[in-house]
């Protein structure tokens, strides 16, 4: 090998090794941003009654057929002891769609009500898409489940997120999908919110 060779090679692998190097805090940066924007609050109470809202007007708590792939698969769980059988397309009031309260300290109560059997999965996450937590019920008539927000490294104090949900029938998987912003709030008198958002 020449002389000059061993150098230059050297000074070749130095040079790669800080490209990569600078590569890694780029993709770092990016997974740091969010992927949603998590911003306008339907605010309903206890007893589920609407009060108010905080933040830009939105679509929330409606149905979509505008979710993009990354949400869409959110949805691609399968709960243990929960399936599609006996499940069938059914009607469903986006009216019912919403928890209550919002915001909340540590629960919320989904209240549905279905006219023949349905899957419900229901995922929480934050502004980056990371899954907090997931869900899923099957049932017709009345529905009611609770999520638990306890864990609070999880789920700190003024934490906005996000909940997906989606509907799915026997061959007719996630007909209808759809979300809503949700706020923890657990500094707040009960009933006051204003604390609750900057």
């Known amino acids: 090998m020449k002389p000059l060779t061993k150098p230059v090679i050297l000074i070749s692998a130095f040079f790669i090794l800080m490209m990569a190097a600078a590569c890694k805090k780029d993709s770092d940066k990016n997974n740091d941003k969010a992927a949603i924007v998590i911003e306008g609050f339907k605010m309903k109470d206890v007893a589920g009654n609407d009060f108010g809202r905080y933040g830009p007007e939105d679509n929330d708590w409606t149905f979509k057929n505008t979710l993009n792939a990354r949400e869409m698969a959110l949805f691609d769980f399968v709960p243990a002891g929960v399936n599609l059988n006996n499940t069938v397309e ?3 009031s986006d009216y019912s769609l919403m ?5 909340c300290t540590y629960d919320q109560y989904f209240q549905l ?3 023949d059997s349905v899957l419900v999965k229901v995922v929480v996450v934050n502004n980056k898409l990371d899954v907090l937590q997931r869900t899923a019920v099957k049932g017709k008539g009345y529905l009611g489940f609770r999520l638990f927000y306890g864990d609070t490294l999880q789920f700190p104090d003024k934490s906005s997120l996000r909940v997906y949900y989606s509907f799915s029938a026997q061959n007719k998987e996630n007909y209808k999908t759809g979300y809503g912003d949700i706020k923890i709030c657990r500094g707040g008198i ?9």
């Not at 928890?99 to 915001?103: F, Y």
């Not at 009960?190 to 900057?198: A, E, I, L, T, W």
């Open 99 to 103: 928890p209550s309260p919002n915001p």
């Open 190 to 198: 009960y009933g006051v919110v204003s604390s609750c958002f900057p």
């Open 90 to 92: 059914t009607a469903i």
């Open 113 to 115: 009500s279905l006219a």
